[in-house]
């Protein structure tokens, strides 16, 4: 479980390793733009229920923490999901990865 460490509150945000690594190309993209926006999630199991939002400002520290010493391979659909979210007025919103038939296919994930 990644996390993801915004402004100076010392409470962590944890996601998922593959999602926090396709948030952080999506946002990167709208901060270097100089762009501010929402970013939405729902809480993960094992932590009090419901979901947050926060205010992404490119003047407010952000650090992405990851568990996994390698980045995952990333998938542009959902990187597209993600900008197109991003681009709405409602913000981010973290939806699941869905894979396709030939994706799941390729990873074996069907079988």
Same mark, same amino acid.
């Given at each position: 479980m990644a996390t993801l460490i915004y402004g100076p509150s010392? *409470? $962590?945000i944890h996601i998922d390793d593959r999602a926090l690594a396709h948030l952080k190309? *999506?946002?990167?993209?709208?901060? /270097? /733009?100089? %762009? @501010?926006?929402?970013? @939405?999630w729902?809480? $993960?199991?094992? %932590?009090?229920g419901g979901r947050s939002t926060i205010w992404i400002h490119p003047s407010i520290p952000l650090r992405f923490v990851f568990d996994e010493p390698e980045p995952p391979q990333i998938s542009m659909k959902w990187i597209e999901q993600l900008v197109h979210s991003a681009n709405s007025s409602g913000g981010i919103s973290l939806v699941d990865e869905v894979l396709d038939s030939a994706e799941i296919e390729s990873t074996g994930a069907g079988a």
């Open positions: 010392d *409470v $962590p190309i *999506v946002i990167a993209t709208k901060l /270097r /733009r100089n %762009e @501010s926006f929402t970013l @939405s729902k809480h $993960p199991e094992g %932590e009090p």
